[in-house]
């Protein structure tokens, strides 16, 4: 008779491949990392707030700097903040609420649309750069000759021979700008391309392009996002200078460069025509500059310890 005290155990071969560890989603780690910080959700609410009404209120507004149609009426002009109009009223009696949002939209849609070339071609060109020696040897010559011109002197001289405009200073800003992501992307590159991984792709035929989009550029990811973090405030910085200097976008063109250019005579007679839009656009560039930082620094999967 068989001792109940033993049973037979059976041998599951699965048993062996099954890892006793908890399951890892790296988008996951990235969102409980970043929403960690309340500082972060924070400027994250007050940016999203901002790029929603500089997308949906110039809609509603239809505001057009040459549309005036108080400026023969003497009592809409200079009208302190109100709740009527929460910013006041320029010289011409148009509500300068209406104008930042207008503005807003247009600054920033030349800064991301600056960005996303800056950093598609960038990282693409970075990639192979720093991979291949051969092509190295050509780009970093041109790299040099590049970088040693000042790139505000080269945007500047760039609108002066262009003129004014939208997609002028769009070309002006990225047509340079995307080397110096290239050179960055080429450093990141050239660290882990020799990896052994890498080495043993080399050695089974596997083709180039599938090496850089399969074996490195998924850990440059909190790189790629920094540069992205740093870009999209300095191109907005720029518009507002360049526009400030009258070679940015169209006088009748609204942006936050055209504002500060415009209301820079009423500093001390109607100091809120000129400080709102300069407050605005300092918010928007430390906000962006915050989150990027935030982002970059959480899609990083040495912070997921």
Sequence with gaps: MQDERFTFVTIDSS????????????????????????????????????ILMSAIHPMISHYRPDYMPHVNDFTMRYIRPCLEYPFGTDNVGNSLF???????????????????????????????WG?????????????????????TLLVIILMYVLGRG???????????????????IRIQVMIIRDREYNLASRCLGTPTPRIILHNILPYLISVIVTSVARDVPSFISYEVFLSYLGIGLGANTASLGNMISSYAV????????????VAISAIISVSLYVIGQSLAD?????THM
């Design 15 to 50: 048993a062996s491949e099954h890892i006793a560890a908890p399951h890892y989603s790296y988008w996951r780690s990235v969102a409980k990392k970043f929403f960690s910080s309340k500082v972060t959700i924070f400027v994250l609410i007050v940016c999203s707030i901002i």
């Design 166 to 184: 939208f997609w002028q200073l769009v070309f002006a800003l990225s047509v340079t700008s995307w080397l110096g992501t290239a050179y960055f």
């Design 266 to 277: 009423y500093m001390k007679s109607t100091p809120y025509l000129f400080w709102i839009p």
């Design 131 to 151: 991979y291949s020696k051969k092509m190295d040897k050509i780009m970093i010559e041109i790299y040099n000759v590049v970088a040693n011109v000042p790139f």
């Design 298 to 302: 959480a899609a990083d999967p040495r």
């Design 98 to 128: 209406d104008a930042v949002w207008a503005g807003t939209r247009n600054s920033l849609t030349i800064a991301f649309i600056a960005t996303t070339i800056t950093t598609v071609l960038g990282v693409i060109v970075g990639a192979f």
